[in-house]
């Protein structure tokens, strides 16, 4: 049923509906006269004015009469609806009698219509309980901005009542500030055949309350499609805006910062197929989101077969209370490379538990991964060479360390270096460096091995683990050890290979000295040969001057020139047993003549450097059992070294030599008035080949060879000496085995001297031959003499022969040709051949002595000594052949 306010609208719009034709009528025909007949437009005018006049009263005629009491008559029947009740039922209808039969009508309906319109009484307040218990804002609107309707909500929102927002002066936008929206733009997207559109409209209420409302509008038309009226539901969407403004930003950081990432972001379902890549993942790919995103592209495809595994695996284990796990995969990507992707993933659940989609941020590791895998690589590699450098440098014999060269550190060691040097690895400062001899040595090592790498053959001295020092070869090169500077050095102990060089040296010098003495052997066996000869001729003639003559006078100078020639014969003797190479024999020694003999031969070198001699030589001194020309070596020895240590100070320079027998011991003192020596150096005296002589003066040996000689006569040799007190030598040698060899004058009487014997002298050197003759003539033999040894074979041809004398040394035929003739010619003849040589030195004739055993008298000859040697040769040849005989 129509309201109040829908009647007085339905009166509006009848009027209007009966107006406007007629208007529209008038003014049609008005415009048409005008412009088409250009007639005069005032009766037009006239009527039009008229049927205006007309209307207006009809209006007000109705509006009085019939709208306005059907009105109250409506708003009477709501009323009673609603139970309010009057005194006077009908008191608010006053109508005329004209239109008592529209009132009767009226009532009849009403009457009739009561239950409906109670029905629609309770419609409407149920809808208006509807609408106002809405939080939205619900509001009916004219075209001209005249609200109809607003809810409790609206009028809470604007703060105006009801009444304030339905008067007739109130105006829509009267709410809202002058930027809150446009109201024709509303009116302009609405038509009939699109009354719905939806707005925001954002600003500030006129209280100044900012706001933001979604509208919903709907146009109301009449019949015609005239806009008539808009229906608007809004709500408040400041929240929501702002939410979804934080949401829009939120998606807005989140995609910056999921397409901004290197990392790759998918989402993707269980079976592999992608709803969503980023752009690090397309780049990655070389593919476009739409290609990846496409439903036929499936990321388990690009696993290979055991990567597609053990991913189906991983996606297995995910659960609703363990949704993130993460895993490193092999992807053989679209271009054909194959990339490690590691990848951190998380399952997406629905409410049953299952999995739906899998959210994984990933990133490529190849890289990493092929590092780790050629760190790996490398490591075994290095490992491997690690192994087989310990396994080298243990197998190598030598001391092999690594040290790194700031610290320093010893970073590496093998067992010869351990057992060797005892060095431990983790050793530092001065532990580590606490084998070499001489920490400049090293800094040296360390500057050429900086400056070029390598260094071989480097000499240094070092200490090993016993604490002795070493002579050693380093060689070294420059390595990186554990990200330091290194030095990698091999060391060779050529302590040995030293000592060798020196015994070599020494040996070489040995050598040298030995050919010298050969050499000087030969000269002496010249010299020997030259000097013998005339000497035995001085020597045999003066013993016999003296011996026969009466002349006192001529005895003494006799006597003089026999002990000249004498001298000269000993040091003729002395140098050559001190030339003469064979093995020591030993036999009754007068240590007192060895000592005289030993002064003789140092005479001119003492006399030429001033050094006074004092001898004090005990008589009688019983004879030692030794070899004379080794102890002759010992005595002469100390004699030097005390003359050359006496040239160190000024004069007066004493030389002094004391010989005592004491019980069974001999002791020969030999000391010295020079600069003496330290402790440092008294200790080492006797060491071989220590000396503190200048290079080329010494070789360190004499005193060793004196230990040895007195050594190995049972005897021994003390120093006693201080700094600048001079030296003492003590030479004790034992006499016991002396005693038991019986001396010439204690063997008896002499046996009968033999009888008259034919002798043969062969000797190049007529007076030698012509002396021999002559001595040997004064004991009554039959003495023939042979120039050479031709000669003698000749005369052993003719005549008979009882003993021949021959020099060994002749030209042509010597002396052992001319015994293989005897032995060929005459073999018993051969036995009976004396030699006599002042040459002893030459190696054949030692040879040659030794393997027939043939008698030798040595010259100088002394007469008494050659007459008893012959003597004792004739004798021993009779006995010979006296058994000879027998048998």
């Known amino acids: 049923m129509p309201t109040s306010s829908k009647l007085s609208r339905h009166f509006a719009s009848l009027m209007a509906a009966c107006v406007l034709p007629l208007v529209a009528l008038v003014a049609g025909i008005g415009l048409y006269q005008s412009y088409a007949l250009q ?28 709208v306005g009491p059907a009105i109250s008559l409506v708003d009477h029947v709501r009323s009673g609806a609603a139970g309010e009740t009057t005194d006077k039922p009908g008191a608010a209808i ?9 009132i009767d009508m009226a009532s009849s309906i009403f009457a009739e219509n009561r239950r409906a319109l109670r029905e629609l009484a309770d419609s409407e307040q149920r809808y208006r309980n509807v609408v106002e218990a809405q939080t939205e804002y619900i509001i009916r609107v004219a075209p001209d901005g005249r609200m109809s309707f607003a809810n409790d909500a609206y009028c809470r929102l604007v703060g105006k009542t009801r009444e304030e927002l339905l008067s007739p002066d109130w105006h829509y936008f009267n709410s809202f500030s002058a930027d809150f929206g446009s109201f024709d733009e509303i009116i302009g997207r609405v038509t009939p055949e699109r009354p719905v559109c939806e707005v925001e409209e954002a600003g500030a209420l006129s209280d100044g309350r900012e706001v933001h409302i979604h509208w919903t509008d709907r146009g109301i038309f009449d019949a015609s499609g005239k806009l008539i009226e808009i229906q608007s539901i809004g709500r408040d969407v400041a929240e929501q805006k702002l939410a979804r403004q934080a949401l829009e930003a939120s998606e807005q950081r ?33 593919m476009t989101r739409e290609q990846l995103l496409d439903p036929s592209w499936c990321e388990l495809d690009v696993l290979p077969p055991d990567e597609r595994r053990r991913f189906l695996d991983h996606l297995a284990r995910l659960t609703p209370q363990a949704p993130d796990a993460s ?24 409410s049953d538990g299952r999995l739906v989609e899998v959210q994984s941020v990933g990133r490529d590791i190849s890289d990493r991964v092929l590092a780790e895998q050629a760190r790996i690589e490398a490591e075994k590699l290095l490992a491997e060479r690690e192994a087989q450098f310990r396994a080298i440098a243990e197998g190598v014999p030598l001391p092999i360390t690594i040290s790194a060269i700031q610290g320093p550190e010893i970073l590496f060691v093998n067992e010869p270096a351990r057992r060797t040097l005892g060095i431990e690895v983790g050793q530092t400062g001065a532990e580590a460096t606490s084998t070499w001899e001489d920490l400049s040595q090293r800094d040296h090592l360390l500057r050429l091995l900086q400056r070029d790498g390598i260094v071989d053959a480097f000499e240094a001295g070092m200490t090993n683990m016993q604490g002795s020092r070493m002579d050693t070869l380093v060689s070294a090169r420059l390595i990186t050890q554990a990200g330091r500077s290194a030095m990698l050095a091999a060391v060779t102990d050529i302590t040995r290979q030293r000592e060798a060089e020196a015994e070599i040296a020494r040996q070489r010098e040995t050598l040298y000295q030995s050919e010298k003495l050969s050499a000087l052997g030969s000269l002496l066996a010249g010299v020997a040969h030259e000097l013998n000869n005339p000497l035995s001729v001085v020597i045999g003639y003066s013993s016999m001057l003296k011996e026969f003559s009466t002349d006192k006078a001529t005895v003494g100078r006799a006597d003089k020139i026999h002990a000249a020639a004498e001298r000269c014969s000993r040091i003729v003797r002395t140098f050559l047993a001190m030339a003469r190479k064979k093995p020591p024999t030993r036999g009754a020694v007068d240590i007192n003549e060895v000592v005289v003999a030993s002064l003789e031969l140092a005479a001119y070198s003492l006399r030429s450097a001033g050094v006074e001699i004092r001898t004090e030589l005990a008589e009688p001194l019983p004879n030692i059992w030794g070899d004379r020309d080794q102890l002759h070596q010992v005595i002469t020895n100390l004699v030097v070294n005390a003359q050359q240590a006496l040239l160190q100070v000024p004069h007066p320079r004493r030389l002094t030599i004391v010989t005592s027998g004491e019980g069974d011991a001999v002791e020969v003192v030999v000391a010295d008035n020079g600069p003496g020596m330290p402790e440092t150096v008294r200790a080492r005296a006797f060491e071989p080949f220590y000396t503190t002589k200048m290079a080329g003066e010494g070789t360190g040996v004499g005193l060793s060879v004196c230990q040895g000689i007195v050594t190995a006569h049972d005897g021994s040799i003390e120093l006693d000496s201080t700094q600048g007190g001079g030296a003492r030598f003590t030479v004790r040698l034992p006499s016991g085995k002396a005693e038991t060899a019986p001396a010439p004058e204690a063997a008896g009487r002499a046996p009968p001297a033999p009888s008259a014997a034919r002798i043969l002298v062969v000797d190049d050197d007529a007076d030698i031959a012509s002396m021999i003759a002559e001595m040997l003539r004064r004991d009554g033999h ?21 003993l021949l004398i021959s020099d060994i040394r002749m030209p042509g035929l010597d002396g052992p040709g001319l015994y293989r003739a005897l032995e060929q010619l005459r073999p018993g003849l051969a036995k009976r051949l004396l030699f006599v040589t002042g040459d002893t030195l030459a190696p054949e004739i030692d040879r040659f002595i030794g393997e027939t055993g043939a008698p030798v008298i040595e010259k100088p000859l002394d007469p008494q000594t050659f007459r008893r040697l012959v003597m004792e040769r004739l004798r021993a040849m009779e006995t010979s052949a006296m058994e000879e005989a027998k048998a």
């Open 782 to 802: 039959d003495v023939t003499i042979a120039d050479d040894a031709n000669a003698a074979l000749k005369a052993v041809r003719a005549d008979g022969i009882d």
């Open 94 to 102: 006053k109508t005329s009698a004209l239109w008592q039969p529209w």
């Open 327 to 350: 895993m490193e995969l092999l992807n053989a990507m679209p271009d054909g490379v194959r990339r490690w992707l590691a990848w951190n993933d998380h399952g997406i659940f629905d």
């Open 254 to 286: 989140y995609r910056s910062v999921v397409e901004l990432q290197t990392e790759f972001v998918v989402r993707m379902s269980p079976e592999g197929h992608l709803s969503f890549v980023n752009d690090a993942y397309c780049r990655a790919c070389r």
């Open 39 to 66: 007639q005069s437009l005032l009766p037009y005018a006239l009527i039009l004015l008229g049927l205006l006049a007309s209307v207006f009263a009809l209006h007000r005629v109705l509006l009085r009469e019939i």
